[in-house]
């Protein structure tokens, strides 16, 4: 009870500072707090608030005097490092937003809580989380797991930092790049997709420190460094390669064979189809109107972006069953056989085994890089053969022409058709002077196989005769 009383007559004392900026708060949980002010241009600017909480003594269950002195010590010790900083930049910025105070592993460990607490929260935020624990060297998991070997650049403040800090095309001349060390999967060097993933994340923190939390920092005097981005994948599937899969699919639950094939006929992406409700489906199952779907941030906010999905005939023949066996057709449309909305993982993981089996069955080694989102490729490759690109970008989300191209994969062999038929056309077209019309019927049936071209000559003989 002493103990206590004493405690309780320490906090009720007129505690002081001598640093301007420092002061005591008894009430609630007893802190010493700093918070600065300064003035420039007849506008005042304050810093946040910022504060050292007492510890409680385990011994006596209440607080002590030397604990109260030791987080004064603190306050004023970062208070007069503040005001200094404020008076070597006239009064411009406060050294918690001065480049030179911050290490770039503050600036990701500070990043971290945010995240952790979500009071950063975004639509990628789980993928950066990851890879800020990557280069903190905290992963737990993967080929980068407990991997320090990022510390000595992250030990440098933020105005030392140098794009070869980051990734160099001299590894003896600057052997600590971060993407020296940078491990792929199995420990292989990671792919340039990898690598610009993580050079955007670090550019990301650093862009909401400056947005968010008043860093003083000229990204165009920390240049991250530009790297040759992959042309993306061209892999699409033919009608037998999707048939052989689906046919390894048939144990599957009937939700995860027709995600798959909304995948394939929309062009839909896997976490769209598995978010689809009733309420967004029209009601003869013709189109569904997606809301919120992926979309790029600007500026620290994401663009909420909507678009409308029109379904070929095997997608609305696939929903009016689906409809017609829904209780309350309200609600996910892809559920589970015990009631679940289905989840976008076992989609891929069924995908992923009916793939092996149907590569080892038909002796298919290749088909081990047909990827469940290739479905979008292949939707997008084959539609773009004969509609406008702006058409089917509607339909698939693309906002610009560069992102579109990545999804369309033609064959050689698709474009040397379709020349031709331009050409036919054109030949058709000429008029006065062009192609007679034996040579046109040359242009047109030499593009014809020889069955085909007995076909034709047979149906013309059969019309001669009727005439």
Same mark, same amino acid.
């Given at each position: 009870?002493?103990?206590?009383?004493?405690?309780?007559?320490?906090? /009720? +004392?007129?505690?002081?500072?001598?640093?301007?900026?420092?002061?005591?708060?008894?009430?609630?949980?007893?802190?010493?707090? =700093?918070?600065?002010?300064?003035?420039?241009?007849?506008?005042?600017?304050?810093?946040?608030?910022?504060?050292?909480?007492?510890?409680?003594?385990?011994?006596?269950?209440?607080?002590?005097?030397?604990?109260?002195?030791?987080?004064?010590?603190?306050?004023?010790?970062?208070?007069?490092?503040?005001?200094?900083?404020?008076?070597?930049?006239?009064?411009?910025? &406060?050294? &918690? /937003?001065?480049?030179?105070?911050?290490?770039?592993?503050?600036?990701?460990?500070?990043?971290?809580?945010?995240?952790?607490?979500?009071?950063?929260?975004?639509?990628?935020?789980?993928?950066?989380?990851?890879?800020?624990? *990557?280069? !903190?060297?905290?992963?737990?998991?993967?080929?980068?797991?407990?991997?320090?070997?990022?510390?000595?650049?992250?030990?440098?403040?933020?105005?030392?930092?140098?794009?070869?800090?980051?990734?160099?095309? $001299?590894?003896?001349?600057?052997?600590?790049?971060?993407?020296?060390?940078?491990?792929?999967?199995?420990?292989?060097?990671?792919?340039?997709?990898?690598?610009?993933?993580?050079?955007? @994340?670090? $550019?990301?923190?650093?862009?909401?420190?400056?947005?968010?939390?008043?860093?003083?920092?000229? !990204?165009?005097?920390? %240049?991250?460094? %530009?790297?040759?981005?992959?042309?993306?994948?061209?892999? @699409?599937?033919?009608?037998?390669?999707?048939?052989?899969?689906?046919?390894?699919?048939?144990?599957?639950?009937?939700?995860?064979?027709?995600?798959? *094939?909304?995948?394939?006929? &929309?062009?839909?992406?896997?976490?769209?189809?598995?978010?689809?409700?009733?309420?967004?489906? @029209?009601?003869?199952?013709?189109?569904?109107?997606?809301?919120?779907?992926?979309?790029?941030?600007?500026?620290?906010?994401?663009?909420?972006?909507?678009?409308?999905?029109?379904?070929?005939?095997?997608? *609305?023949?696939?929903?009016?069953?689906?409809?017609?066996? +829904?209780?309350?057709?309200?609600?996910?449309?892809?559920?589970? =056989?015990?009631?679940?909305?289905?989840w976008p993982d076992a989609v891929t993981k069924a995908w992923e085994r009916a793939r092996r089996r149907a590569a080892r069955k038909h002796n298919r080694p290749d088909m081990l890089n047909k990827r469940l989102h290739d479905l979008r490729h292949t939707?997008?490759?084959?539609?773009?053969?004969?509609?406008?690109?702006?058409?089917?970008?509607?339909?698939?989300?693309?906002?610009?022409?560069?992102?579109?191209?990545?999804?369309?994969?033609?064959?050689?062999? =698709?474009? $040397?058709?379709?020349?031709?038929?331009?050409?036919?056309?054109? !030949?058709?077209?000429?008029?006065?002077?062009?192609?007679?019309?034996?040579?046109?019927?040359?242009?047109?049936?030499?593009?014809?196989?020889?069955?085909?071209?007995?076909?034709?000559?047979?149906?013309?003989?059969?019309?001669?005769?009727?005439?």
């Amino acid at each position: 009870m002493a103990a206590k009383a004493k405690s309780k007559a320490l906090l /009720a +004392s007129d505690w002081q500072s001598s640093v301007p900026g420092v002061f005591f708060i008894a009430v609630g949980e007893p802190r010493w707090a =700093a918070r600065i002010r300064w003035q420039k241009d007849n506008a005042v600017y304050r810093d946040k608030t910022h504060v050292w909480k007492l510890s409680i003594s385990p011994k006596t269950g209440g607080y002590t005097e030397k604990d109260l002195l030791h987080w004064q010590k603190q306050a004023e010790a970062w208070a007069e490092a503040e005001w200094l900083a404020l008076e070597k930049s006239k009064k411009q910025f &406060s050294r &918690s /937003a001065q480049a030179s105070s911050w290490t770039l592993e503050m600036l990701l460990t500070k990043y971290l809580e945010g995240l952790d607490d979500e009071s950063i929260k975004y639509r990628s935020c789980a993928s950066d989380r990851s890879r800020v624990r *990557v280069l !903190l060297g905290i992963a737990e998991k993967g080929a980068n797991a407990h991997n320090k070997a990022f510390a000595p650049v992250l030990g440098k403040t933020m105005d030392e930092l140098a794009p070869t800090d980051f990734y160099t095309e $001299r590894p003896k001349s600057h052997p600590r790049a971060i993407l020296l060390h940078y491990k792929g999967r199995n420990g292989k060097p990671p792919k340039n997709n990898a690598c610009i993933k993580l050079i955007q @994340t670090i $550019r990301t923190v650093m862009g909401h420190a400056i947005r968010e939390w008043g860093l003083d920092l000229d !990204l165009t005097k920390v %240049p991250l460094p %530009p790297i040759a981005k992959d042309p993306g994948r061209d892999e @699409t599937l033919t009608e037998e390669e999707f048939g052989w899969i689906m046919d390894e699919m048939k144990e599957c639950d009937q939700a995860t064979r027709d995600v798959v *094939v909304i995948n394939r006929h &929309s062009a839909m992406r896997r976490s769209e189809a598995v978010k689809l409700d009733w309420e967004r489906v @029209t009601a003869d199952n013709t189109a569904a109107k997606l809301t919120n779907t992926k979309s790029r941030r600007v500026k620290g906010k994401d663009l909420l972006r909507e678009r409308t999905v029109p379904f070929a005939p095997a997608v *609305v023949e696939m929903l009016a069953r689906r409809r017609e066996a +829904s209780d309350t057709q309200a609600g996910a449309v892809f559920l589970t =056989a015990a009631g679940n909305r289905i989840w976008p993982d076992a989609v891929t993981k069924a995908w992923e085994r009916a793939r092996r089996r149907a590569a080892r069955k038909h002796n298919r080694p290749d088909m081990l890089n047909k990827r469940l989102h290739d479905l979008r490729h292949t939707r997008i490759t084959e539609l773009g053969e004969d509609m406008p690109a702006a058409m089917i970008a509607k339909m698939s989300g693309h906002d610009d022409l560069a992102s579109f191209m990545r999804y369309f994969n033609p064959k050689p062999e =698709a474009i $040397r058709r379709k020349m031709a038929e331009a050409d036919r056309r054109r !030949l058709f077209a000429g008029g006065k002077g062009g192609p007679s019309a034996v040579e046109t019927a040359v242009a047109v049936l030499s593009e014809l196989s020889p069955e085909e071209m007995a076909q034709v000559m047979a149906m013309l003989f059969t019309k001669k005769s009727a005439a």
